[in-house]
T-cell receptor, first 117, second 111 residues
Framework: ETGVTQSPTHLIKTRGQQVTLRCSSQ?????VSWYQQALGQGPQFIFQ???????GRGNFPPRFSGLQFPNYSSELNVNALELDDSALYLC????????????????FGSGTQLSVL | GEDVEQSLFLSVREGDSSVINCTYT??????LYWYKQEPGAGLQLLTY?????DMKQDQRLTVLLNKKDKHLSLRIADTQTGDSAIYFC???????????FGKGTTLSVSS
């Protein structure tokens, strides 16, 4: 049990629609990261938020956006869904900001499985 | 850029040792990680190693790091059926903001 919860667990959308995925971090964790895990692949970093501001971004287009709230909840929004967006979306929280020399442990939720038809 | 490579499958018998291998590209990585993913679940941190170490042992798990060859391995002693899962090797990116994962090694343990 990591203390990170995600909702919904499964979601089906059609191409072109918009989707919002939600995450509740561990209390006291100021950083939330989102990862996309396509079938048979490792998780890929989408972006990270630290104290409600974007703190780093992977190679994902602007139609992937996020929000982080003061109550340790956060959202991942995806606009204009494409078939290739079908994946498991993982949220992870950590206490600090994340530095290259630090050993910030990430605590992952169980993910939201998104299917785009 | 940063990249992590793993072999995709490993099959062992219960009670044997399992060795999962990984190579990474970023020589400046300070920490390297092993995560476990069971079906329908998120990622569970198994263990990690700091880059100035060669080896780390944690109960049944042994991590070996060859920094010269950028090679990391995870040895699971006395493998059990409950160890069947996908194992991911990961390094931290240069900015420190993300983990770079390999594609994962599926470990299948037969009784």
């Amino acid at each position: 049990e990591t203390g990170v919860t995600q909702s919904p667990t499964h979601l089906i959308k059609t191409r072109g629609q918009q989707v919002t995925l939600r995450c509740s971090s561990q209390s006291g964790h100021n950083t939330v990261s989102w990862y996309q895990q396509a079938l048979g692949q490792g998780p890929q970093f989408i972006f990270q938020y630290y104290r409600e501001e974007e703190n780093g971004r992977g190679n994902f287009p602007p139609r992937f956006s996020g929000l982080q709230f003061p109550n340790y909840s956060s959202e991942l929004n995806v606009n204009a869904l494409e078939l290739d967006d079908s994946a498991l979306y993982l949220c992870a929280s950590s206490p600090g900001r994340g530095q290259s020399y630090s050993n910030e442990k990430l605590f992952f939720g169980s993910g939201t499985q998104l299917s785009v038809l | 850029g940063e990249d992590v490579e793993q072999s995709l499958f490993l099959s062992v018998r219960e009670g044997d040792s399992s060795v999962i291998n990984c190579t990474y590209t970023d020589s400046s990585s300070t920490y390297l990680y092993w995560y476990k993913q069971e079906p329908g679940a998120g990622l569970q941190l198994l263990t990690y190693i700091f880059s100035n170490m060669d080896m780390k042992q944690d109960q049944r798990l042994t991590v070996l790091l060859n920094k010269k060859d950028k090679h990391l391995s995870l040895r699971i002693a006395d493998t059990q059926t409950g160890d069947s899962a996908i194992y991911f090797c990961a390094e931290r990116n240069q900015a420190g903001t993300a983990l770079i994962f390999g594609k994962g090694t599926t470990l299948s343990v037969s009784s």
